[in-house]
């Protein structure tokens, strides 16, 4: 059967469409035009995937038609010339925007199933990386090798196109941001790439250049965002209709189930030739070369067009024909075609008339196009419309190109013929005087370019040389790495290349000096960091048995108790401590009380103090003998339940070193040269620990003073000050070049911080890093008109998120630098800012994440599951116990609770015993029908721990969730799917569960943030420590958030404050943007809010100052809320 499909459309859903993008319409228009099986479009969006459910059938194998109650009474609107069946592929489209060889890559791509099904864990997988519900065209932050990836994953029976290739801004050739090659953006899974749309703006012949697709089929689509423009590109095949026919049709190179394409005349398209709309330029690629690319009239880069694309990839000249082409012929749109011959627009009334009678005369439209006699048209009575044809189908026409963003306009008739015609046949109109527009540029300049394709390949990570370790190090860097000082303190300011010179001067220990590796311990506070610092020392050594021990001191700690103890206690999470905290505090515990003892418990921690230690000193605001009792209280609880908290880690590893010499000494042999890392944020227990083990060996810390923010967690910088009074004969080494960030930045930074200390100009760091001259501050009318002010500016520096973007002039089309949405970070000074960006951003479609661990592990259905880890792990609480046995049904009384928690203190069994004990024993003060539950659910527990014996974590955890019942309430819900896939991420990095429960209950907020994802980091100031991002938005620069009063009016530590915000102002490399509200909302009521005087304290030579606009917005149902 012969046909024309239409394989790449949207629906009302995504961005800047037609209203009447529905199913019912297309129906319509697909008879009227002649396609008989079209793109359903945007299947990821759930109102779309909805309709598709209610409104369509499967006819055919993976093929679908409108119900015909639907179908019914719109057959009886369409002309029966022109009634034929139509038939629906499930198809959407995605915006795939990442970095990728060190480049901004932007491209789309279209995905193809077979079934629902299909379809929708498609969308679960996608929906938890990316939000999929603000757009019907999503925008990801997705290598497309991934998304291709994915999608063979979950049916490889589906099919993947990437769309549109040449397009400048969004496609695979692109010249803003595309690759040279297929290869290049698919790697290894090139072979799953066997056709690509060649788009409006080229045609085969231009693509018969490319070598590098003769073994991909090219087909051609409308892309039609509404009605009207359907088949205007189209695909012509020759085979069954269902899914997998038309699959093979374009995976095998057969020219009979396959035809070709019909396409509008590339001139046509929007972004064939170079040149600058807003200018009204328009120039071919021979005259841009000569002009090199810049605009005459306003002196900017213009955009390449995809004709100069496609000369710069050529490897063959022009008018090159390959052996077994598929056909094409070219068309011009019917509505463009009467346009031309009545001098009007192609929406106005007349086109519309003479159309109607065109179809209702001679049929589908394509038919008229290609198929109909001369004779036959002119039965139409429709004018000129035969001679008009002809021209097309010769190519005896003219075309004024299409370029950035502007379609081409057609010229069928000069002027000359027009009133040469009048004379053949009698014309019912008038014809004016063609108008041109004036100061385009019209050379038409043919240019033949051979030019062969290089292929970059990406090399891997190569072990670095020992005589190439001290490459790149400024003399200071390399002072400290080859200085054979016994102790050494190295004050690093932000960016200045401290986790360089620290692994660097590692590095040369064992490669010059041949200390062996499993000699070297570094410390430092969060696991990302310690994995940062793992990667890097492995870069600059080959692998060997002994390695250098990289840890956070939390995780230090707990190795020790376990290699000297035989510890097996398991670690309680933030809500787990808290709970026990309250038990032990007792009836009418309020949360400012609870907070308030779980500060106290934790500050005589970090100062090695336990209950039975001397307190008085340490406690202010609650009576010393009840703090006394509620500590005991709590660690009696710890014990009961074989559990240890965060702190507990550092006091029990210090108390072994400080009672067991023999310990202490193991500890200092093993481990000679000590590195600590960030070494202003220790607090007493931390420092205590250091000059334990550190006597007699080799000390090298590194920080800054000046970036001792963790107050809070009893951090204090003055043991960084006094390190040379504790380590006699140090040497001290300052680093002040800094590699991250802009002087600008640097000059604003250090004039915030100096205004109230007096700094040493010797430690002022520099930078000779070029950029701005000015940073950013602007002022907003509310936090949701700062999330939305801060959206924009996002968009505009991506280069656009969208066509709409760029067609309307949203995206910047000149920055300087590619920035993808990684480069972005929004700094708060709480957590609860971050709703207003959630918010915005999950409607607006920006990708984003939220540092926020807490969000990790207490989420619903995530909480239970790393329950049932812990019990497969050995590592569970009662508290585990008793949150597992309530999602299997069991719900116990308190007499019952009280009775299962006494059988479970006197077991000191592993739970692979419990689990034993019960199934078989009686468990005293519980029912019958309780007793009967535990039992089943036990040995259900008992049988999972046999199924998952020798799985790798991912294995392990999707095995539980599944088996559990769990995974169906994750996928039903976007929310908690995107926790689970990200819990998946963070398992993958350990060797077993007992590894990664530990690294849960270890992590910090930081490391719940995924860096190698595309997406905005959302984040507070202090989860930031330690990282950099090219574009920085420090947001809620306002009295009361910074610096930060609990009760909007005093300040517990304004230096600190201070310290803090010299922080977030450091992490940015480009551009730093300081925004503030003039009213916030704070739990309910609305207030208003001064600016933060820190800004003040920055010289105004030194900013640009804005004011956001008021953004206006309504919340329809089911459509995106348009606020850019």
């Not at 921690?605 to 609650?622: A, C, E, H």
């Amino acid at each position: 059967m012969k046909f024309i499909a239409d394989l790449h459309i949207h629906s009302k859903y995504s961005r800047a469409t037609a209203r009447n993008l529905d199913f019912e319409n297309l129906y319509y228009t697909a008879q009227i035009k002649g396609v008989t099986l079209i793109g359903t479009g945007d299947f990821t969006y759930p109102a779309w995937i909805s309709e598709i459910e209610s409104k369509l059938e499967e006819t055919e194998p993976g093929l679908f038609s409108l119900k015909k109650e639907i179908a019914r009474d719109i057959d009886k609107t369409i002309p029966e010339n022109c009634r034929n069946p139509v038939r629906f592929i499930l198809q959407t489209e995605i915006s795939n925007i990442y970095k990728k060889d060190g480049r901004v890559r932007k491209n789309h791509n279209l995905v193809y199933f077979p079934d629902i099904i299909s379809v929708k864990k498609f969308n679960a997988r996608l929906d938890a990386i990316g939000n999929i519900k603000s757009d019907g065209r999503p925008i990801l932050g997705l290598d497309a090798a991934d998304l291709l990836k994915i999608m063979l994953d979950v049916n490889d029976k589906g099919f993947f196109i990437p769309a549109h290739i040449w397009t400048p801004w969004f496609s695979m050739f692109g010249s803003k941001s595309g690759f040279d090659s297929i290869e290049e953006c698919f790697g290894p899974l090139k072979s799953h790439i066997f056709a690509v749309e060649t788009g409006l703006s080229s045609d085969p012949p231009m693509n018969w250049r490319i070598e590098d697709l003769d073994n991909v089929r090219l087909i051609s689509n409308s892309d039609a965002h509404s009605p009207g423009y359907l088949g205007r590109n189209a695909c012509v095949f020759n085979t069954d209709l269902s899914f997998f026919h038309i699959r093979q049709a374009l995976e095998k190179n057969n020219l009979e189930q396959y035809q070709g394409t019909l396409d509008m005349y590339p001139h046509q398209g929007k972004y064939h030739y170079d040149g600058h709309r807003k200018c009204n330029i328009c120039l071919n690629p021979a005259t841009t070369a000569q002009i090199d690319g810049i605009c005459p009239e306003c002196g900017k880069k213009v955009t390449y067009g995809v004709l100069n694309r496609v000369q710069e990839l050529a490897t063959r000249h022009e008018g090159y024909m390959p052996e077994n082409r598929h056909g094409f012929k070219s068309i011009v749109p019917l509505v463009d075609i009467l346009s031309e011959i009545f001098d009007v627009g192609p929406k106005t009334k007349k086109v519309a008339t003479y159309y109607t009678r065109a179809i209702e005369a001679l049929g589908p439209e394509l038919e008229i196009l290609v198929k109909k006699s001369v004779e036959q048209i002119d039965t139409a009575n429709v004018p000129l419309l035969a001679e008009a044809i002809m021209k097309m189908r010769s190519g005896d026409i003219n075309i004024d190109p299409g370029y950035d963003g502007e379609f081409g306009k057609v010229n069928l008739f000069s002027h000359q013929e027009k009133e040469r015609l009048k004379g053949e046949k009698y014309l019912l109109f008038d014809l004016p005087a063609k108008k041109v527009k004036p100061g385009k540029i019209k050379e038409v300049v043919k240019q033949d370019v051979k030019k062969k394709i290089t292929k970059k390949k990406q090399e891997p990570l190569q072990t670095v040389k020992p005589n190439d370790l001290l490459n790149g190090l400024n003399p200071e860097q390399k002072k400290a790495v080859e200085s054979t000082a016994v102790a050494m303190v190295i004050q690093a300011g932000p960016g200045t290349g401290k986790t360089r010179t620290l692994t660097a001067k590692i590095a040369y220990l064992v490669s010059k000096k041949n200390i062996k590796p499993g000699n070297i311990l570094a410390l430092t506070f969060t696991n990302k960091a310690a994995r940062e610092l793992e990667q890097r020392i492995e870069q600059y050594l080959p692998k060997t048995k002994s390695r250098v021990l990289a840890a956070t001191f939390h995780s230090f700690s707990l190795k020790l108790l376990r290699e000297y103890k035989n510890f097996n206690a398991a670690i309680a999470d933030d809500s787990l401590r808290i709970s026990l905290i309250r038990e032990a505090i007792g009836k009418g515990s309020k949360k400012g009380m609870v907070n308030k003892i779980d500060q106290l418990i934790s500050f005589c921690k970090q100062n090695l103090l336990g209950p039975d230690d001397d307190l008085k000193d340490f406690i202010t605001n609650v009576e010393p003998d009840h703090f006394e009792k509620i500590y005991r209280d709590y660690q009696t609880l710890c014990w009961e339940q074989n559990l240890v908290d965060f702190e507990d880690l550092i006091l029990l590893s210090s108390k072994m070193l400080s009672s067991q010499e023999e310990i202490l000494s193991s500890v200092r042999k093993q481990y000679r040269y000590i590195f600590i890392d960030e070494y202003q944020d220790l607090n007493f227990g931390q420092y205590e620990f250091v000059k334990m083990i550190s006597q007699g060996n080799v000390i090298v810390v590194i920080g800054d003073p000046d970036q001792s923010i963790y107050g809070f967690r009893g951090s204090d910088n003055k043991y960084f000050n006094r390190f040379s009074d504790d380590f006699l004969g140090c040497e001290k080494i300052i680093l002040t070049q800094n590699y991250r960030s802009t002087q600008t930045i640097l000059d604003a930074s250090f004039q915030m911080i100096n205004k109230s200390m007096d700094k040493d100009e010797q430690s002022r760091i520099f930078s000779d890093v070029e950029g701005t001259k000015k940073l950013i501050i602007k002022e907003t009318i509310s936090e949701y008109a700062e999330a939305t002010a801060i959206g924009k500016m996002i968009e505009k520096l991506v280069g656009g998120i969208s066509f709409f973007s760029m067609d309307t002039g949203k995206a910047d089309l000149n920055i300087q630098k590619e920035y993808s949405f990684a480069d972005f970070a929004i700094l708060c000074r709480t957590r609860k800012q971050h709703e207003a960006f959630i918010n915005v951003f999950e409607k607006e479609g920006i990708p984003f994440q939220a540092a926020d661990k807490m969000g990790l592990v207490e989420t619903n259905c995530i909480k239970q599951l790393i329950s049932l880890c812990r019990v497969m792990a050995n590592k569970e609480s009662f508290s585990d116990i008793e949150t597992v046995f309530q999602y299997f049904d069991l719900s116990l009384g308190k007499k019952e609770r009280a009775g299962l928690y006494d059988f479970y203190k006197k077991s000191s069994a592993l739970s692979s015993q419990i689990m034993e004990a019960f199934v078989r024993e009686d468990i005293s003060g519980l029912k019958e029908e309780s007793k009967t539950k535990i039992s089943a659910i036990a040995k259900k527990i008992k049988v999972f721990g046999e199924e998952i014996k020798n799985c790798d974590n991912i294995t392990c955890i999707r095995f539980l969730s599944s088996k559990s019942g769990l995974q169906d309430i994750i996928e039903k819900n976007d929310k908690i799917n995107q926790v689970f896939e990200k819990l998946i991420s963070i398992a993958q990095l350990y060797n077993d569960l007992k590894d990664f429960l530990d690294a849960i209950a270890l992590n910090r907020d930081v490391d719940a943030i995924g860096f190698n994802m595309e997406k905005v980091s959302l984040m507070t100031m202090h989860a930031a420590k330690g990282l950099e991002f090219p574009v920085v938005f420090v947001a809620g620069c306002e009295q009361g958030l910074v610096p930060f009063a609990k009760d909007g009016e005093n300040i517990d530590d304004l230096e600190e404050e201070r310290r803090l915000f010299y922080v977030a102002m450091t992490r940015a490399m480009d551009i730093l943007c300081l925004t503030y509200a003039k009213k916030r909302s704070i739990y309910g009521k609305s207030f208003k809010r001064q600016r933060s005087f820190f800004i003040d304290d920055i010289e105004k030579r030194m900013t640009q100052f804005e004011k956001s606009p008021v953004f206006l917005s309504v919340n329809k149902k089911e459509k995106q809320l348009e606020l850019f």
